[in-house]
């Protein structure tokens, strides 16, 4: 296998964008990363996207995307893992190129989530979940979330504060992400007030519905000096599964696919977990920030939210986590999401990160972990600096 | 990049089958290729679904197909490219184990298209066309490919006659496919007099609506040399892609993006198109076939009707194409199909099509040509014997 890298990152603007289509939001981020790069052409394109066909009814987007960014005749598909489908496009076009098959490849995810309903916003993610045996039963992803919320506090005395503090820290970083959907701080007091969704999450609990996108360009090494940008390399990635119903797991208070796919990941780059700088993770609910937090291996089981009380985690801690303000206050486009964890780990780690943003220390090793639905699959990649 | 090859195939059964759910459906063509190649276990699963959600409210994939399948963990995501995901399917596999990444990797197809109306079933797959230029606008994909139809009758004298022959002679051999959703023999006469769907075409000019599922082992040559189970190697993988929206095409009587994938995968396989002996083609409708034949550059623009009235491309012909019974008779579940033309390649390379299905004089060199919406994106393999 060649050695790959990344070379350019490119992000459409992330919000309730109801001025710009799917594939106008998707252009956006793909020419933003196209000049960021500096690459003449492409070799193909794999592009992240839940369900385009439940939220603006299209299907077939890895011909529409091209022909729309000009790329007409571009080898190109999409894949599709629920909200782990844009690190499903990272790991493809690392594989592509990996493989010999491709040199110059776009890895890029978008969602447009605010063109239908709330009611049909919800219907659509709950794909995401066991149709048959949790969604038809009343299911919905702040309901199932909340189960594992109640377990963890059960199993190891997990509290409201931790779960708020998850919140505060990730709306302190995003307050400094130009991208961000809801670029401003929050207090742990606002979170414990705020409208309850599903005891014990409230909506500042709860990351946003987005629209957006975010594209990475992903090469060989050879072709990263010769254009002379700044390029980090991808030195791990794997994905592991799990059962998509809740119930049906070991346990649910982990996530067993992040584990192994964290597991496979490290092995591949050859690095222990404490190898590890910050990390971009799947922080959909902040109880998910905790459960993760556990399940790549960082903290035991139940130490994660005294970790994040004791700041471990914050911008100026021991292992910052979601850099970027993560799903919660950046914003949750759930096909792009993988994708521009990918993007903050770049920047992260070429020393980009906008407005005081930046880890401290100049880290060396970054990692993403991105997941599909109550963790049923999950995608890790280890990032170097070059 | 390793040479990759196919050690076994499994098929569920087609048709409208309403005591069987996606998953099931996926199951059973996925343990079947798993018995018919031998393997204890797989690295990988790529399964192609062109809507899950919008024909059963079902996306994550592969976590879910994975886990029902009776393999938890395993590293799975869905691919998708329209009625061309199931192609795209093989060719991830293909890229994941030429890389080195994978050793035994399942690619595989499903779609369950009868769980809504017909009304329904209409707007999943017109997802697959330009929603905001052609699906606002009234186009369904029996009219896309009708306009496709007078466009080359126009310009070319192609006649009823011609397209009804494609009709007739897939049925002929779909009659002999054990799996094939309608199998029986149909007359030009009868194709001729079914009820008009989008003129010229006719409903026996249409495949049809499918619930069905199928799947293949990508592995390693020496993998495949130790199961001690018939191969076949794929020699070129390709993608093409070309404006979604038909109107925006430059001729609309040739499908661009299976010219540029046929001649990619020719090249990588060191093949000419007169090398190849027979090929699974994308017989949505009638005049797709014809349109695909001249595309593929078999023949010339304008000549491959003549070429099915001569019987050139039966069974016995020179050129054999669709020996399966192609889409029109074996069934269209969109997903599925491409994976299923592979499915076929392979039978007949390791001279294991059954009922009289085989082509004579032991073929060497077979490709698939799978498709998506009204040809936006194409997938083109070449195999052959090892």
């Given amino acids: 296998m060649r050695d790959v890298c990344i070379v350019g990152v490119g992000m459409s603007k992330w919000g309730e ?29 794999y592009v992240g996207c839940m369900s385009g066909g439940l939220f603006v009814g299209q299907e077939h987007l890895g011909a529409i995307l091209s022909d729309y960014m000009g790329m007409r005749g571009l080898p190109a598909m999409r894949v599709e893992s629920a909200c782990a489908s844009g690190g499903m496009a990272v790991r ?40 048959e045996y949790e969604v038809f039963h009343g ?33 302190r970083n995003g307050a400094r992400n130009p991208s961000a959907q809801y670029p401003f701080e929050i207090t742990a007091e606002g979170v414990a007030k705020s409208v309850l969704i599903a005891d014990p999450l409230h909506i500042l609990d ?57 597991q496979k990941a490290l092995k591949a780059a050859d690095k222990k977990i404490d190898d590890v700088n910050f990390a971009e993770v799947h922080d959909c609910f902040t109880i998910a920030e905790i459960v993760v937090a556990e399940s790549i291996g960082k903290y035991e089981p139940g130490k994660a939210g005294q970790a994040i009380l004791a700041c471990d985690t914050s911008l100026e801690g021991r292992f910052p986590m979601n850099p970027s303000g993560g799903l919660k206050s950046k914003g949750h486009p759930v096909g792009a999401t993988g994708v521009a964890q990918v993007v903050e780990v770049y920047k992260q780690l070429t020393g980009q990160a906008e407005n005081g943003r930046q880890i401290p220390n100049n880290p060396k090793v970054g990692m993403t972990q991105n997941m599909g639905g109550s963790g049923a699959s999950s995608v890790v990649h280890i990032m170097e600096v070059a």
Same sequence: chains 1, 2.
Wanted: aromatic share 4%.
């Fill in 17 to 45: 964008v109801w001025r710009k289509s799917m594939r106008e939001l998707h252009t956006d981020a793909a020419l933003a990363a196209i000049k960021n790069a500096g690459v003449d052409h492409l070799d193909g394109l």
């Fill in 92 to 131: 493809a076009a690392y594989i592509d190129v990996a493989s010999g098959m491709s040199d110059i490849v776009m890895a890029s995810g978008v969602e447009k989530m605010t063109d239908v309903s709330g009611d049909d916003a919800t219907y659509a993610l709950a794909t995401a979940a066991d149709q």
């Fill in 139 to 171: 299911a919905t992803f702040p309901g199932l979330y909340a189960m594992m919320a109640h377990a963890h506090m059960a199993k190891y005395g997990t509290t409201r504060e931790m779960l708020s503090m998850v919140a505060v820290k990730n709306h």
């Fill in 206 to 262: 709860c990351s946003p519905i987005t629209d957006g996108a975010a594209a990475v360009i992903v090469t060989t090494v050879d072709v990263a000096k010769k254009l002379g940008k700044p390029y980090i390399k991808i030195t791990g990635s794997a994905v592991g599964t799990d059962t998509i119903a809740l119930a049906q797991r070991e346990d649910m208070t982990t996530i067993k696919a992040a584990t192994i796919a964290t």
